[in-house]
Nanobody, 130 residues
Framework: QVQLVDSGGGLVQAGDSLRISCAAS?????????MGWFLQRPGKEREFVAA????????IYADSVNGRFTLSRDIAKNTAYLQMNSLKPEDTAVYYC??????????????????????WGQGTQVTVSS
């Protein structure tokens, strides 16, 4: 198993940048986990934002963030990041990190809160003012 702690959210203005982090801990090697970021707005379902193959081979993004957001990971620090640039008010949401052992980015994209064998962070609030 792996434990995930999300951090780095905050209040920013439209056009600003923000980097949120996901720190992982647990007995399994961080390098074996596919990673993903999802967002959830009040009263809405959790939505896919970005995902990375467990072997680092491919990264995919939702159309709404493609070209603005970048998912990366630092295996030495057991941490994944989501760099968010050119933020828009519609990016306002709680952002959740997710991990699933040996998952591809495409498999992560299809994950939901009811999926098995996936671990979630506690979420971090990102608010973008206009």
């Amino acid at each position: 198993q792996v434990q995930l702690v999300d951090s780095g959210g905050g209040l920013v203005q439209a056009g600003d940048s923000l980097r949120i982090s996901c720190a992982a801990s647990g007995p399994s090697s961080f390098s074996l986990y596919g990673m993903g970021w999802f967002l959830q707005r009040p009263g809405k379902e959790r939505e896919f934002v970005a995902a990375l193959d467990w072997n680092g081979g491919s990264t995919i993004y939702a159309d709404s963030v493609n070209g603005r957001f970048t998912l990366s990971r630092d295996i030495a620090k057991n941490t994944a990041y989501l760099q968010m640039n050119s933020l828009k008010p519609e990016d306002t949401a709680v952002y959740y990190c997710a991990a699933s052992i040996m998952a591809t980015a495409q498999a992560m994209r299809l994950m939901s809160v009811t999926s098995k064998n996936i671990f979630w962070g506690q979420g971090t609030q990102v608010t973008v003012s206009s």
